[in-house]
């Protein structure tokens, strides 16, 4: 009998991301092999490969058929929930792997997870992957973004397919060796912290869009459609316009004002706020972003405090505002407000990849991860290739603030960014985000700051000392005593 021919890679565990992708691989031209422990799932994606195109996909049902049918060095893919389910997929299929074959996980992983695997694999001799992967179903299917890191020797076994597999933009696949060890997973972990800041701050601009400027669902649809055409343009502004589109198909009205105001999360964006702690980096829009799905998923309170608020004579001050109101300009002054929000947000984002790149020695590629941001993912925005740019004109770039183009950018719509900021306090609409921003880049552009006076406190209640501006060394002072001498 001849024995069927080999895949040259497979993919196990066939959720929506797994099957997606694998099909992906396939239809690109790489035979596949396909596991999942729900069988169901393998004849799924059987099922799937025929109707999508007679793909290369062959489905197996225990982790030893399924390895057997990889042509070796194997590749395997594992596209299962993080955390515990990875280990013990890694455990069964590994069981039957051999020395040279390589892991590769795809979940949206914590960094140190990946490091303790990848010294688990080499001591079986197996090399390791961990690889963000990022666009959703969508993405998966078409074109992800792909951020593997680890073995570098592993990478260039499935180069040739990740290349093909990714998005493509003009300057190349969404996907580069990104480094050694969990750098894979921290880079896509940034990228979903980038993801709830930019989330945030679309939100805050249609908060004030609609309670400020009184703008209909039809409005804001034209609006972020027309910001898609500009220094905006990104997946995350088109599908928003496309949101407002939608009609509830159960009562009147956009089915998003039927929404319920509570968002879910998975992890990734308390882990960016938790490095940034860590490292001590700055990323307050960031934090924003995640206090305030805190703070959403607290709607009984949040309705019970504007009871108590109002009883206490709280008014809603957003009708006065809104009578002198020029709707355009404050159309326009959004737009800018957000942009300038955003380079603050990416800027963190990006610095909080600097920190951790230096403290792991991962030698990481800023212009490279905004490239392969550009297409894919859940961030792609045009935008990107304006950082990209800005990190190859300065390697070493201390803050995306401080790139004479992005400084440029930032000061031309400081007025705007002003304005909004202070319409939404004067109108009680919370824009945490776009404060936080602001305050980023009043904060860091000062070359002086009160911290001054911090030092002081310290030094009286604690005798911390403190430096001085005109002299060497560290200082202490009696201050209560030197305050209240009686002269
Ligand atoms: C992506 C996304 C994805 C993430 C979701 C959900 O890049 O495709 O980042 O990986 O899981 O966006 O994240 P939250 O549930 O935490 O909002």
Same mark, same amino acid.
């Given at each position: 009998m001849e024995a069927a021919a080999l895949s040259r890679i497979g993919l196990a565990g066939l959720a929506v991301m797994g099957q997606n992708l694998a099909l992906n691989i396939a239809e690109k031209g790489y035979p596949i092999s396909v596991y999942n422990r729900t069988t169901s799932k393998v004849d799924e994606t059987l099922d799937r490969a025929h109707t999508e195109g007679q793909l290369p996909l062959t489905g197996h049902y225990t982790p030893r058929d399924f390895i057997l049918s990889i042509q070796k060095p194997r590749s395997v893919i594992i596209l299962v929930k993080a955390g515990a389910p990875v280990d013990q997929t890694i455990s069964a299929l590994s069981a039957h792997m051999e020395p040279g074959d390589t892991i590769i996980d795809g979940g949206n992983e914590w960094y140190e997870n990946t490091e303790r695997r990848i010294i688990e694999a080499n001591e079986k001799g197996l090399l390791y992957l961990g690889m963000g992967v990022s666009g959703g179903e969508e993405g998966a299917r078409n074109g992800p973004s792909l951020m593997p890191g680890g073995s570098f020797e592993a990478y260039n076994?499935?180069?040739?397919?990740?290349?093909?597999?990714?998005?493509?933009?003009?300057?190349?696949?969404?996907?580069?060796?990104?480094?050694?060890?969990?750098?894979?997973?921290?880079?896509?972990?940034?990228?979903?912290?980038?993801?709830?800041?930019?989330?945030?701050?679309?939100?805050?601009?249609?908060?004030?869009?609609?309670?400020?400027?009184?703008?209909?669902?039809?409005?804001?649809?034209?609006?972020?459609?027309?910001?898609?055409?500009?220094?905006?343009?990104?997946?995350?502004?088109?599908?928003?316009?496309?949101?407002?589109?939608?009609?509830?198909?159960?009562?009147?009205?956009?089915?998003?004002?039927?929404?319920?105001? $509570?968002?879910?999360? !998975?992890?990734?964006?308390?882990?960016? #706020?938790? +490095? %940034?702690?860590?490292? /001590?980096?700055?990323?307050?829009?960031?934090?924003?972003?995640?206090?305030?799905?805190?703070?959403?998923?607290?709607?009984?309170?949040?309705?019970?405090?504007?009871?108590?608020?109002?009883?206490?004579?709280?008014?809603?001050?957003?009708?006065?505002?809104? $009578?002198?109101?020029? !709707?355009?300009?404050?159309?326009?002054? #959004?737009? +800018? %407000?957000?942009?300038? /929000?955003?380079?603050?947000?990416?800027?963190?984002?990006?610095?909080?990849?600097?920190?951790?790149?230096?403290?792991?020695?991962?030698?990481?590629?800023?212009?490279?991860?905004?490239?392969?941001?550009?297409?894919?993912?859940?961030?792609?925005?045009?935008?990107?290739?304006?950082? !990209?740019?800005?990190?190859?004109?300065?390697?070493?770039? %201390?803050?995306l603030v401080v790139d004479p183009d992005f400084a440029k950018e930032m000061v031309q719509r400081q007025g705007a960014w002003r304005r909004v900021v202070g319409t939404a306090i004067a109108a009680g609409i919370s824009t945490p985000g776009m404060c936080a921003s602001l305050a980023y880049f009043d904060t860091y552009r000062r070359a002086r700051l009160p911290a001054n006076l911090v030092q002081a406190q310290r030094d009286l209640f604690g005798a911390h000392t403190y430096e001085r501006i005109d002299r060497e060394g560290a200082f202490h002072t009696e201050w209560t005593k030197l305050a209240r001498k009686k002269n």
């Open positions: 076994n499935i180069k040739d397919i990740v290349e093909k597999v990714a998005a493509q933009v003009e300057d190349g696949p969404c996907v580069t060796y990104i480094g050694e060890g969990g750098s894979g997973n921290f880079v896509k972990m940034v990228h979903n912290g980038i993801e709830y800041g930019d989330m945030q701050l679309i939100s805050e601009a249609y908060d004030v869009l609609k309670n400020v400027g009184g703008c209909s669902n039809d409005e804001l649809a034209e609006i972020f459609d027309e910001w898609n055409k500009g220094e905006l343009e990104s997946f995350l502004i088109e599908i928003t316009a496309d949101i407002f589109k939608v009609k509830d198909e159960h009562g009147e009205g956009g089915l998003v004002d039927k929404i319920l105001d $509570k968002t879910g999360m !998975k992890g990734t964006g308390k882990w960016t #706020v938790q +490095q %940034a702690a860590e490292l /001590s980096v700055a990323a307050p829009t960031i934090a924003a972003s995640l206090d305030c799905r805190f703070l959403s998923g607290l709607k009984d309170e949040r309705e019970a405090a504007a009871k108590v608020l109002e009883d206490a004579g709280l008014k809603e001050d957003i009708g006065t505002v809104r $009578k002198g109101i020029d !709707k355009k300009r404050l159309i326009d002054d #959004v737009r +800018q %407000a957000l942009y300038a /929000s955003k380079i603050c947000s990416y800027a963190q984002g990006m610095n909080l990849l600097r920190a951790k790149s230096v403290e792991k020695d991962w030698n990481l590629n800023f212009g490279e991860l905004a490239r392969i941001w550009k297409g894919g993912c859940i961030i792609r925005a045009v935008f990107l290739d304006r950082i !990209k740019k800005a990190y190859q004109r300065n390697p070493n770039l %201390a803050s």
